[in-house]
Each structure stands twice: as structure tokens, then as C-alpha cells.
């Protein structure tokens, strides 16, 4: 083939992804020079990658498949807007062999390795073969041709329960299952190949046995078109929810340095074995004295930025500079690990209900400054809206600092001081993951998540005084706010007059709890606060994003958003969620029963799995939605009879819509 028509120099990138990964390349390509060019989805038009872009194109439609999905339209893209270059990003085609083909039949640079690299390590089983003839120890598994459910189940039995039934395409704990008995095979090899066939395209299986208490350990490479095959040390990325990474480190807090040079060794071995060009990742699972070879990723990862941050290398510069044909510019003895680096995915999902993904209109948007050894990787931003036809997946928060423990803080710092409102995230959940004490000795493995589950998803402390103090004055400072007082205004300070003396009475709760009252006298004289008997003076100094708010002698620092009768309030006591109760604001108590079967956001049902008539018992599966990429199952809220089914399999169901009936056992 061709060496130049592989790699070459070129002026226009096009960007074949969005969100979060397309605004980072594009940012390194416009510090290198480069013209960039964004595609993008009816869903996607105002979104931030495409204000990025000096150019965007519009593929089609919001479900991937007619989008960011389409090869065709992709390509048409590069030609009308004259990109020379595709960079895939990760997830969508990014481990795609016919498209990285159709690339170059184009006349496209793929930035990436070639189609006949990504067939011999994109491939679970495919790469698993090429490692077992280099002699890199594999995990015990089948990861054959043959596909069929009699070849599958023998393979199980073979290997042993408990196993991984795993897609061979694509990543992200997408299209697999973890089976411990031979009754729970077959419903996870149909739900596994369902899922990969709709995230990836494909839905081939392999099976492999799974590792008690397994860390997840994984090494940076990079290969030029010279012959320079690098690891940039390893990332440890133990921390997972469902197979899918939560937190990210690097370096490994579990290796000594003899066993991180093995298994970098071990890393540049496979690659090696394909003469490897491009960035990826060689990803192992360790039992705690073994380590086993599982996949390459034959792509950027969502984890890199940590490597980026111990060695000092933009490995999207890399990526292109590799590209242009160019040699990698350090060797392997020149590159240095410098301190620790941790990173936290920040989602659009609710940890308290099960993790569902939450869509809608980002109202606030406040991250901290990238500044004493913080990074945020955003694709969003406020105003933007949250799609529920793609990964949740919202931003990146990476901290780095000379030692793992003031990594922790500094990473934990940020997402305290981070503020997401319109929408539900992850992140009070991630921080909560940061301050156990387990994660900060190590001493965690893959299930460590599903195990504290409960333990992490702990409710908000009921409000106490600081927070009852600071409602009302987040209330105040908004209607003040709304009537355009001015800042030299005496009635910043709570009604001030200049004799005489008011009250007000204010009333808040959590949700539907009891109602907590609170009073405001004010006037001549300093203001003051009545809970109960006891009486507070307070005084308030607005700032961007909230205030401080001083109690009888104390200040505090008050992050607020006020959205009507709802308030969201970070005190030092952590965040909370406060309904103002307005006596004038004719409020219904109406609120939706729990018991309701109806599709939590919009979703295509993929499988009915109970008949109508059919006598169910608690938490039995009804019927599997895929919302954005992911399964979620909708189960029976009680024991009873399913009366009706209100959808087929195929069936596009929006927001809200009533799925099923289940009537009560003894109605």
C-alpha cells in the first residue's frame, strides 16, 4: 500500500463524532494550525462542537444510524467542505474497519490505524488469537468463528461459571453480561447480542472467565510509520459501574515498578504483532498476582487525558502528527511519569433511581476554573440540551499534583464546588466515590461500585439552619434581582426602612416532607432570622453565583439557583434541593404514582418479556427499552396480574407514555 497515500500532511480535519471528544481534538487542531470541520444531527444544531468548528455539516436525522452513524454521508461531508483528514473520536465508527476503509478509498487520511489493523486488534476474539500465537497470557475463554447458541454454551461449560458472555466489537461494558449459572446463559446471550448489535453494528460474542475481585489495568501506546512503537505508562481504571469506567488514574496505584515495565513489555508485544500505527490501548485484568491480556482499543480512549498529564504529551498532537507521516518525537527512555493524575465522568443520569439517564435543558452551568492543576474536558454548556439519543456523558474532570492523595483532593474539590441544575448528573455520586475511605487506600476491584452501592447513593441530609438561612436569602436576592434593584440600594439589606419594624414568614420542604418554617424580621437595625426560639442576625454579600451569607458572627460561603418555587443550595453541608412553599402560589400536591409503568425517557422498546395475564411477582421484567444506547428494563412496581401491554417491539415510545397495567395482586 501506498505509504503516502496513508499519511501525509494535510490543512482541513474533519471531525466524525461529537460532544466532549470533538470539542478537545478540535481544540488541539486549531493550536496546531488546522481548519476543522464538524458534523452534526437534527438533535445537534446548536450544540458546542459545532460553535467550535470553523465548519459543521449536517448529516441527517437524531438516531445515530442516520447520522453519525451513516459512512456515506460522513465522506459526502468531507467532500463538499474539502477535509483532507477524518479524526473519529471514540465510540461511534472510531473502531470501524469499513469505515476506516472507506477513508482512504476516498482519498481520506484516517486519523487512526489502518482497516487491516483495526480487523486484527479491533476484534476481541480476533486480537485474542493474535496474542495467544505471540505468547501474551490471555484470560481462559472461546473466542472463535462459530457462533451459534450449542457452541456458545459448550465454550461456557468449558471455561466454568462464573463467565463474561462479552460483544466482540466496541467497549463501554456495552453487550456484556456476567453469567454465574447455565440458566442464566441463554437470556444473557440474546440481551448481550441485542445490545452490541445496536451500539456497534455487530453482534458477535465471545465468552471468557471471569476473574473474582479483577482490577482493570490498561497501557497508552503509540506507533508511527517509522517503526517507533511507544507505552506511555498505564492507567488504572478499576473503578466500574456495569463495565463501565467511573474513575480513571494514572499511574496504576497498584503496580510496583517491576510490574509496570511488564506489562507496558507486554503491552508493545501486542501491538507489535501487528506493527501497530496510531494510538491505543492494550487493556489487562489482574486477579492481584497474574495479569491477563482482554482487548485492544484501537482508538483515542474517553481515560487519556490522565496520561496526558503524567507525561506531558497531547496525544491528539500525536494522533495528527502521526498522521502527517511524521516520527514520534521522544523515544521510549525519554518519556517521564510525573506525579498522579485522577479522572471522573460526569453524566447526565440520576445515581438515586437506578442511574437513568436525565435529558432536558441545562440551566446552570458552573464548573471551577482550570486552574492549580484542575482540567475539564466539556462537550456542554449552558442553555445546551441534553439528547436522549446519544451517551450521557457531559464532561471530563481531571486533577493532577505531585502524589495520588492531593490528586483525590483536588479532584474531589472541584466536583464540590460544581454546580449542574436543569438536568440530574452524577456528581454528588462521584464525589461521594472520591471520599470513601476504600478508594482512598486502594482497596477496591471492579464490583467494588455495585457492592457500596448503597452506601454512595446515601440521600441528602435534611436542611438545617444554614441551609433554612440561606433559602430565604437566595429568595430575597432573586426578587431583588427581578425588580432591577441596584446594588447601592438600602434594600439589599432585606427590606431595610428607615423606622419600624416587619416580618415575613416563609415556609420550605424536601419534596413531599413536612413543611420547615422560618421567620425574617427586619426594618431599622440589623436583620434577624427566628427558627423556633432561636433568633439569628444575619447579613448577606451577593457574588457571582450565589452569596455569603454571615450568621450571628459566622460567615459562609452559599451556592444558589433559584428556578421558581424550586431552590438548589451548596453550604458547606453538601447540596439540597428545597421547594419554597408560596401561600400565594396556588400549588397542587398532585404528583405521579409510583406504580405507573411508563417509559422514563423517550426509547425504542427492544424486547417484551411477559405475557398479558400473566401472574407477576415483585420486580419481575415486563418489557426492555434502549434508551440513549443503553437497556433499561421496566419491571412490575408490585405482585399482581399484567392486564395489558400498550406497545410491540419496534415501537418508538416518547417520555411519560403508559407501557403496561398491572393490576395489584388482590384488587
Not at 567 to 592: C, I, K, M
Not at 626 to 647: D, F, H, N, W
Amino acid at each position: 500500500m501506498d505509504r503516502s497515500k496513508l499519511y501525509r500532511r494535510f490543512r482541513t480535519l474533519l471531525i466524525a463524532n461529537r460532544g466532549e471528544i470533538a470539542c478537545r481534538v478540535i481544540r488541539t487542531a486549531h493550536a496546531m494550525g488546522l481548519r476543522t470541520v464538524a458534523v452534526y444531527s437534527e438533535a445537534d444544531r446548536d450544540a458546542m462542537h459545532v460553535a467550535l468548528a470553523d465548519e459543521a455539516v449536517l448529516l441527517g436525522p437524531a438516531r445515530a444510524r442516520d447520522s453519525y452513524l451513516n459512512v456515506e454521508r460522513l465522506i459526502e461531508a468531507a467532500r463538499k467542505t474539502g477535509a483532507e483528514a477524518v479524526h473519529p473520536g471514540y465510540g461511534f465508527l472510531s473502531e470501524n474497519a469499513e469505515f476506516a476503509q472507506a477513508c482512504f478509498d476516498a482519498g481520506l487520511i484516517f486519523v487512526g490505524p489502518t482497516a487491516a489493523m483495526m480487523n486484527a486488534m479491533g476484534s476481541k476474539s480476533g486480537s485474542k488469537a493474535l496474542m495467544e500465537k505471540a505468547g501474551v497470557p490471555l484470560v481462559p475463554g472461546y473466542h472463535g468463528e462459530a457462533q451459534d447458541d450449542a457452541t456458545l454454551a459448550k465454550a461456557a461449560e468449558k471455561v466454568g461459571f462464573p463467565i463474561l458472555v462479552k460483544a466482540s466489537a466496541g467497549g463501554g461494558g456495552r453487550g456484556m453480561r456476567i453469567v454465574r449459572s447455565a440458566d442464566e446463559l441463554g437470556p444473557a446471550i440474546v440481551s448481550a447480542k441485542r445490545e452490541a448489535k445496536a451500539a456497534f453494528g455487530d453482534d458477535r460474542m465471545l465468552i471468557e472467565k471471569y476473574v473474582d475481585n479483577p482490577r482493570h489495568i490498561e497501557v497508552q501506546i503509540v506507533g508511527d510509520s517509522h517503526g517507533n512503537l511507544l507505552s506511555l505508562f498505564e492507567r488504572e481504571c478499576t473503578l466500574q459501574r456495569r463495565h463501565q469506567k467511573v474513575i480513571e488514574e494514572a499511574p496504576s496505584p497498584t503496580l510496583n515498578p517491576a510490574q509496570r515495565e511488564a506489562v507496558c513489555a507486554a503491552a508493545r508485544k501486542a501491538a507489535g504483532a501487528v506493527n501497530y500505527v496510531g494510538a491505543g490501548t492494550i487493556e489487562f485484568v489482574s486477579d492481584g498476582k497474574d495479569v491477563f491480556f482482554i482487548e485492544m482499543n484501537t482508538r483515542l480512549q474517553v481515560e487519556h487525558p490522565v496520561t496526558e498529564l503524567i507525561t506531558g504529551i497531547d496525544l491528539v498532537e500525536w494522533q495528527l502528527r502521526v498522521a502527517f507521516g511524521e516520527a514520534l518525537p521522544l523515544k521510549q527512555d525519554e518519556i517521564r511519569l510525573n506525579g498522579h493524575a485522577v479522572e471522573a465522568r460526569v453524566y447526565a443520569e440520576n445515581p438515586t433511581k437506578n442511574f437513568m439517564p436525565s435529558v432536558g435543558r441545562i440551566s446552570t452551568w458552573r464548573l471551577p476554573a482550570e486552574t492549580g492543576g484542575l482540567r475539564i474536558d466539556a462537550g456542554y454548556r449552558e442553555g445546551d440540551t441534553v439528547s436522549p439519543h446519544y451517551d450521557a456523558m457531559l464532561a471530563k474532570m481531571i486533577a493532577w499534583a505531585p502524589t495520588r492523595d492531593v490528586a483525590i483532593e483536588r479532584l474531589n474539590r472541584g466536583l464540590e464546588e460544581s454546580d449542574v441544575r436543569g438536568i440530574v448528573t452524577n456528581i454528588p455520586f462521584l464525589s461521594a466515590l472520591m471520599t470513601h475511605p476504600k478508594v482512598r487506600t486502594n482497596a477496591i476491584d471492579t464490583g467494588f461500585i455495585e457492592r457500596e452501592l448503597a452506601v454512595l447513593t446515601q440521600a441528602a441530609p435534611a436542611p438545617g439552619e444554614l441551609e433554612l438561612c440561606a433559602a430565604v436569602a437566595a429568595i430575597i436576592n432573586e426578587e431583588q434581582r427581578a425588580a432591577g434593584a441596584q446594588a447601592n440600594s438600602p434594600w439589599q439589606t432585606f427590606g431595610w426602612q428607615p423606622v419600624g419594624r416587619r416580618q415575613r414568614g416563609f415556609a420550605f420542604r424536601v419534596g413531599h416532607g413536612p413543611e420547615q418554617k422560618i421567620m425574617l424580621n427586619y426594618g431599622s437595625g440589623p436583620s434577624m432570622l427566628v427558627i423556633g426560639e432561636r433568633e439569628l442576625a444575619f447579613a448577606v454579600a451577593a457574588k457571582e453565583g450565589g452569596f455569603d451569607l454571615t450568621l450571628d458572627g459566622v460567615k459562609s460561603s452559599v451556592a444558589a439557583v433559584v428556578d421558581g418555587h424550586e431552590l438548589y443550595l451548596r453550604t458547606r453541608n453538601g447540596r439540597f434541593d428545597l421547594h419554597w412553599v408560596d401561600p400565594f402560589g396556588g400549588e397542587s400536591e398532585e404528583q405521579a404514582g409510583a406504580d405507573k409503568i411508563a417509559a422514563p425517557l423517550p426509547g425504542t422498546v427492544v424486547a417484551v418479556l411477559a405475557e398479558e395475564g400473566a401472574t407477576l411477582e415483585k420486580g419481575a421484567p415486563i418489557l426492555t427499552l434502549e434508551v440513549m444506547k443503553m437497556e433499561q428494563t421496566l419491571r412490575a412496581p408490585y405482585a399482581g396480574v399484567l392486564k395489558s401491554i400498550r406497545c410491540k417491539v419496534g415501537d418508538i415510545v416518547q417520555e411519560g407514555v403508559e407501557l403496561a397495567v398491572v393490576e395489584a395482586a388482590g384488587e
